[in-house]
T-cell receptor, first 115, second 114 residues
Framework: AQSVTQPDIHITVSEGASLELRCNYS??????LFWYVQSPGQGLQLLLK??????LVQGIKGFEAEFKRSQSSFNLRKPSVHWSDAAEYFC?????????????FGSGTRLLVRP | EPEVTQTPSHQVTQMGQEVILRCVPI?????FYWYRQILGQKVEFLVS????????KSEIFDDQFSVERPDGSNFTLKIRSTKLEDSAMYFC????????????FGPGTRLTVL
């Protein structure tokens, strides 16, 4: 069965520092990969996605993610964190060829930003 | 990003009561989805709906749940007899034609079952 693991429940970084959020997936073929952000009390906003091609994808708000097939990973990065980035981040996978392309989510990583 | 509205934003109900949650997408869509997020837990897939019928449903989506598109626009999730464990945030998501599998989420409905 497909699964998504986000090993860090909480991460705290200082404003201006770099950030990397980890995501590992379990799936037999190349999945479609996504990162979503959820601010408190809000819905889910898509940051970026990977379907195929260049393994380094750029998203909104200065985020990027790199797909590494050998490590089954899709880690999210940002070179300089802003206080407004404090939120919960979810990695998700959809199976290519799936009849519905449903998303399987990781358990999320809560990002705290120190001033 | 397409606009997806969900109503109500918060619903409080007594155990055993029926609730209907609504999703109102603004433009034409192919796929609709419902997900739920129990407080402090991950987002879970409930059901996908394509061409006016269910394309896939999860184990969570038992006989208590149903979905329909009553007027060709609104997309509803009905819970027939709510249980305490149905308390959660319910999100609607849509996929735009030609946008592949990219899902856009609504702001969610917080359901509280007392």
């Amino acid at each position: 069965a497909q699964s998504v693991t986000q090993p860090d429940i909480h991460i705290t970084v200082s404003e201006g520092a770099s950030l990397e959020l980890r995501c590992n997936y379990s799936y037999g073929a190349t999945p479609y990969l996504f990162w979503y952000v959820q601010s408190p009390g809000q819905g889910l906003q898509l940051l970026l996605k990977y379907f195929s091609g260049d393994t380094l994808v750029q998203g909104i708000k200065g985020f990027e993610a790199e797909f590494k097939r050998s490590q089954s990973s899709f880690n999210l990065r940002k070179p300089s964190v802003h206080w407004s980035d404090a939120a919960e981040y979810f990695c998700a996978v959809a199976r290519g060829g799936d009849s519905s392309y449903k998303l399987i989510f990781g358990s999320g990583t809560r990002l705290l930003v120190r001033p | 990003e397409p606009e997806v509205t969900q109503t109500p934003s918060h619903q409080v109900t007594q155990m055993g009561q029926e609730v209907i949650l609504r999703c109102v997408p603004i433009s034409n869509h192919l796929y609709f989805y419902w997900y739920r997020q129990i407080l402090g837990q991950k987002v879970e897939f409930l059901v996908s709906f394509y061409n006016n019928e269910i394309s896939e449903k999860s184990e969570i989506f038992d006989d208590q749940f149903s979905v329909e598109r009553p007027d060709g626009s609104n997309f509803t999730l009905k819970i027939r007899s709510t249980k305490l464990e149905d308390s959660a945030m319910y999100f609607c998501a849509i996929v735009l034609p030609g946008q592949g599998t990219e899902q856009f989420f609504g702001p969610g409905t917080r359901l509280t079952v007392l």
